[in-house]
């Protein structure tokens, strides 16, 4: 089990860049696939981004594809969500996910193959 902190929210108005942190506890950080979750008012919760084991593949939803990069830094056991050209849509509270998987350079794309999750931080998208 790996213990999730999401940081980074904020308010910001449209066309604007806000970057989302997510600190991992534990020394086996590199062995998760972690991935970003997002669900808005009235909405289920909707995949983001994802980024496998030691970061050999990236999956992006079609929605934040071309605006959003997820990256990972193993030596500090952090998964990041840099989000740029954002728009009232994309308004929501934003999750940190992980699963154990080392091994496979694969991530889940749906949040009910994740194992741990953050408390979640809000992005507001003014118009």
């Known amino acids: 089990q790996v213990q999730l902190v999401e940081s980074g929210g904020g308010l910001v108005q449209a066309g604007g860049s806000l970057r989302l942190s997510c600190a991992a506890s534990?020394?086996?950080?590199?062995?998760?696939?972690m991935g970003w979750f997002r669900q808005a008012p009235g909405k289920e919760r909707e995949f983001v981004a994802a980024?496998?084991?030691?970061?050999?593949?990236?999956y992006y939803a079609d929605s934040v594809k071309g605006r959003f990069t997820i990256s990972r830094d193993d030596a500090k056991n952090t998964v990041s969500l840099q989000m740029h050209s954002l728009k009232p849509e994309d308004t929501a509270v934003y999750y940190c996910a992980a699963v154990r998987r080392a091994g496979s350079y694969s991530a889940p794309l749906v949040w009910y193959e994740y194992d741990d999750w953050g408390q979640g931080t809000q992005v507001t998208v003014s118009s």
């Open positions: 534990g020394r086996t950080f590199s062995s998760y696939a």
């Open positions: 980024i496998s084991w030691r970061g050999g593949s990236t």
